[in-house]
């Protein structure tokens, strides 16, 4: 799994922030993002960041697993290519003389252009 460049915050969160001082939102912040970024657990003294980082956590790791099985599905999706098109496509072409295909083939393009400009 490549790094992640970013983190989902949600809006469920807010009722819980919007209690704590300036100061303990910077400290939540700050353990957020070391979370997210290294799976680093923060060391908190007072007991209300503790419980408040609690329930972020659980959401990180629910957002990693998924990031996780998305990249594993996108990497087995990239490594089969377009085999599958490619050789029923051989297959259908195979027994067409040179003319045949230039003309299969734009005929193909024009069809192509069609539908991206409908």
């Keep these: 799994m490549k790094n992640k460049k970013s983190f989902l915050v949600y809006f469920d969160w807010y009722e819980p922030l919007s209690v ?14 070391c979370y997210a970024k290294n799976q680093t657990e923060p060391e908190f003294s007072d007991p ?3 419980m408040v980082f609690g329930f972020m956590k659980s959401a990180f790791d ?8 998305r990249c594993k599905k996108n990497a087995e999706n990239g490594s089969k290519g377009g085999k599958k098109k490619s050789e029923n496509l051989t297959k ?4 067409l003389t ?3 295909l230039q003309y299969v083939t ?13």
């Design 48 to 50: 209300s960041l503790k």
């Design 62 to 69: 629910r957002d990693r697993e998924v990031y996780k099985e």
């Design 92 to 95: 259908k072409l195979s027994h």
């Design 98 to 100: 040179e003319n045949d």
């Design 106 to 118: 734009t005929s193909m393009l024009c069809e192509e252009l069609r539908q991206r400009n409908a």
């Design 20 to 33: 704590l001082s300036d100061a303990q939102l910077g400290e939540i912040t700050r353990a957020m993002f």
